[in-house]
Structures are given as structure tokens and as C-alpha cells.
Nanobody
Framework: QVQLVESGGGSVQAGGSLRLSCAASGSIYTKACMAWFRQAPGKERERVAGINGDGRERYVDSVKGRFTISKDSAKTTLYLQMNTLKPDDSGMYYC????????????????????WGQGTQVTVSS
């Protein structure tokens, strides 16, 4: 089993920054795929950033150049640095993991991921 716990959400004005963290514990492989998803009210959950077992990063177009996904050296904590935030970035942010021994592909759908955190709210005001 894998447990994921997010933190770091909050309220910020447009143009500000936040850093989300996701602490992973349990039987998670160091080369698992991990991702940050976002869900706004009335909208589908979308992947905003993902990182595979090779460290390759992927971003949705709307956050490219503003968000950075990373892992710590122990591969147990996932981060999302969010800069130049916009009101459209508001929503519940979820950490997710696809726990393969060596995850090399790019997985974008919520159904691709087996493990989820409880979510952390991000609110960006104009």
C-alpha cells in the first residue's frame, strides 16, 4: 500500500507563488510515476504536471513556464512549485502515484493512477 499526504495549499493573490508538497510512504517504488492533478468546481480532474521514473517532466500547456514538478533526492516527497499564479489555477490539487517498478511512459488520465492523496485547496484571487 502507498499513502500520499499533500500540504502547502492556501489562498494567494494573482501573481503570487505557492509550493505544494506530497509526502509518500509505504511500498512506493523510487521510479514510480507521480503527478499533480487539479480539479475546479464543475470541471474534470486534469493532470497539470507529471514526472516519470526517469525524471522526465510533463506539463499541461496552461502551466508551462510557471509550474515546476520535482522530487527530493530520496524520492519520497513530490513538490509542485507554482509561480505567477492566476485565478484559473484555483482548485483542489491532488497528488497521485502509479506505482510501477520503473515507470517510463507518460500517464495523463486519472484512471491511470492507483493512489491518491486527500487533496489541498489552492485559491487565487484577482
Amino acid at each position: 500500500q502507498v499513502q500520499l499526504v499533500e500540504s502547502g495549499g492556501g489562498s494567494v493573490q494573482a501573481g503570487g507563488s505557492l509550493r505544494l508538497s506530497c509526502a509518500a510512504s509505504g511500498s512506493i517504488y523510487t521510479k514510480a510515476c507521480m503527478a499533480w492533478f487539479r480539479q475546479a468546481p464543475g470541471k474534470e480532474r486534469e493532470r497539470v504536471a507529471g514526472i516519470n521514473g526517469d525524471g522526465r517532466e510533463r506539463y499541461v500547456d496552461s502551466v508551462k513556464g510557471r509550474f515546476t514538478i520535482s522530487k527530493d533526492s530520496a524520492k519520497t516527497t513530490l513538490y509542485l512549485q507554482m509561480n505567477t499564479l492566476k485565478p484559473d489555477d484555483s482548485g483542489m490539487y491532488y497528488c497521485a502515484a502509479k506505482n510501477l517498478i520503473w515507470c517510463r511512459a507518460d500517464y495523463t488520465r486519472p484512471s491511470d493512477y492507483s493512489y491518491w492523496g486527500q487533496g489541498t485547496q489552492v485559491t487565487v484571487s484577482s
